[in-house]
């Protein structure tokens, strides 16, 4: 069964600190795997997409990890803010029909 | 986003009736999508659209009809209303620059709306 697992399931940390967030899958065939962030009440929004071929990918202070072997992968947030408190969402996209299946998230709240 | 709106953005409904999601983008995107999304649950695709004429079953389509009026536009119905629906509903859309034709493989990015809480009694 094609499946994406976070974890944790919740995180709190203090402002300015670093955290990473866990995503195991099980979609095969494999086409890429996402990242959004949907901070409370509004949609999703996107991160980062990497496919097969990318292990890492950056935007600003978050970084993706992809290792396709294993089928893992992490983001890293640095330097955290208030604003980055939100859920953070690992997709994957893949299967039979190509479809994306949604991780259920990791609800991270940053501290002052 | 506010490039994609969804209208309303919370309706509470009886058991049995009719409701209509609406959805808008001004992004000119072909591809426009339909999600719910559950407490405890990651979401689940609906159905999509690829363009006026193209419309495709998600993973949850059973109890759902959509229309793609417009280019811009994309709506969902409830015919039957049940508590069971009760979630918050997102519109998405997206502008694949590659894989034409075809959902499995591609790599566009997704834009999705502020959602449609939904709640049937």
């Known amino acids: 069964k094609n499946q994406v697992e976070q974890s944790p399931q919740s995180l709190i940390i203090l402002e300015g600190k670093n955290c990473t967030l866990q995503c195991n899958y099980t979609v095969s065939p494999f086409s890429n795997l996402r990242w959004y962030k949907q901070d409370t009440g509004r949609g999703p929004v996107s991160l980062t997409i990497m496919t097969f071929s990318e292990n890492t990918k950056s935007n600003g202070r978050y970084t993706a990890t992809l290792d396709a072997d294993t089928k893992q992968s992490s983001l890293h947030i640095t330097a955290s803010q208030l604003s980055d408190s939100a859920s953070y969402i690992c997709v994957v996209s893949g299967g039979s029909q190509g479809n994306l299946i949604f991780g259920k998230g990791t609800k991270l709240s940053v501290k002052p | 986003d506010a490039d994609v709106t969804q209208t309303p953005r919370n309706r509470i409904t009886k058991t049995g009736k009719r409701i209509m999601l609406e959805c808008s983008q001004t992004?000119?995107?072909?591809?426009m999508y339909w999600y719910r999304q559950d407490p405890g649950l990651g979401l689940r695709l609906i159905y999509y659209?690829?363009?006026?004429?193209?419309?495709n079953k998600g993973e949850i389509s059973d109890g759902y009809s959509v229309s793609r009026q417009a280019q811009a536009k994309f709506s969902l119905s409830l015919e039957s209303a049940i508590p069971n629906q009760t979630a918050l509903y997102f519109c998405?859309?997206?502008?694949?620059?590659?894989?034409?034709?075809?959902?499995?493989?591609?790599?566009?990015?997704?834009?999705f709306g502020p959602g449609t809480r939904l709640t049937v009694l």
């Open positions: 992004k000119g995107h072909d591809r």
């Open positions: 998405a859309t997206s502008d694949p620059k590659a894989d034409r034709g075809r959902l499995a493989g591609s790599t566009d990015t997704q834009y």
């Open positions: 659209s690829f363009d006026v004429k193209d419309i």
